[in-house]
């Protein structure tokens, strides 16, 4: 609830948040109290989950910003429309990523590896160019990237994105010790295969035995819910994590035990 939510009073950037895992992370992050901007390329999505963020009265608010996260002009745009708005960023969750579907690396092509690794990697460095300005004048702030389990206990069928999510992990890392002295935290979260519209991609199709199969990959013998990636990003935005940066936390029930 606005007011005593655990990021009352933040203003959040979410990417791709109008599907998937982002839609949840924005519903989170308003229900603890935050103002967030739905950072997504599909129009009709990110307009979807900043109306019912607003329809909710328990909400604290939120705003649709079309950015395409691989293109420098849109993330520029993005962040100065919310800094206009707002003042301030206090929260940018890089969300947003795209999979080639489930197939031997070499028929990936190369028109597929580049766009995978602008989606799943350019788009942090290019927010990095962004925000920490915004974050210096602010005397700090938090990134949460969302990674995977992919990028530490690869699968095959899926080498550029397992990579372009390794990648990610460790800009993570890297950006956190390079900037942890102008209090920027930046920390990766790592979700397990989840119920998202991605998943038919990475199973290679969708069906009960696959499933099962994902499924019985993961010690706790599911796979991973939006609310419980959500929960997570939730926490690292939050003050209560203000001494943790630099991780990959892996949610993932157990999967890259
Ligand atoms: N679903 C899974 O099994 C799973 C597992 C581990 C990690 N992840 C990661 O979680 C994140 C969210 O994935 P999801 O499963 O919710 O997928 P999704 O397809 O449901 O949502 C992704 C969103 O990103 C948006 N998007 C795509 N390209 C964009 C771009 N260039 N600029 C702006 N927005 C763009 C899409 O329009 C969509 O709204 C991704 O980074 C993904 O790699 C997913």
Redesign the pocket.
């Known amino acids: 609830m606005p007011g005593d939510g655990r990021l009352h009073g933040k203003i959040a950037v979410v ?2 948040g ?5 839609e949840d992370i924005c519903t989170k992050f308003a229900e603890e109290g935050a103002s967030v901007a739905v ?4 129009d009709a ?1 990110g307009r979807r989950v900043a109306d019912a963020i607003n329809a909710a009265s328990s909400a604290g608010g939120a705003r649709f910003v079309h ?4 293109r420098r002009s849109d993330v520029a745009h993005a962040v100065r429309t919310v800094v206009d708005a707002e003042q301030r960023i206090d929260v940018y969750v890089n ?5 080639h579907r489930n197939q031997p690396l070499l028929d990936v092509t190369e028109d597929w590896f580049d766009r995978i690794f602008a ?2 990697v350019k788009a942090l460095y290019l927010s990095a160019l962004e925000l920490v300005p915004v974050f210096r004048a602010n005397g700090g702030g938090v990134v949460i990237n ?1 990674a ?3 990028g530490i206990r690869p699968r095959p069928g899926l080498t550029v994105y397992n990579a372009s999510k390794a990648a990610a992990i460790l800009f993570s890392k890297s950006m956190a010790v390079e900037y942890a002295a102008d209090n920027i935290r930046v920390n990766a979260v790592c ?4 119920e ?4 038919t991609e ?1 199973m290679g199709g969708d069906t009960p035995e696959l499933r099962a199969k994902f499924a019985d990959s993961v010690p706790l013998g599911r796979l991973s819910q939006p609310r419980d990636i959500a929960n997570a990003v939730a926490f690292l935005a939050s003050d209560e994590a203000a001494f943790i940066t630099g991780i990959a936390l892996e949610v993932d029930g157990g999967r890259c035990v």
């Open positions: 990417t791709g109008g599907s998937g895992f982002g950072l997504d390329i599909d999505g950015c395409d996260v691989s969300n947003a990523g795209i999979t989606v799943n969302i995977s389990t992919a979700p397990v295969a989840g998202t519209p991605l998943l990475f």
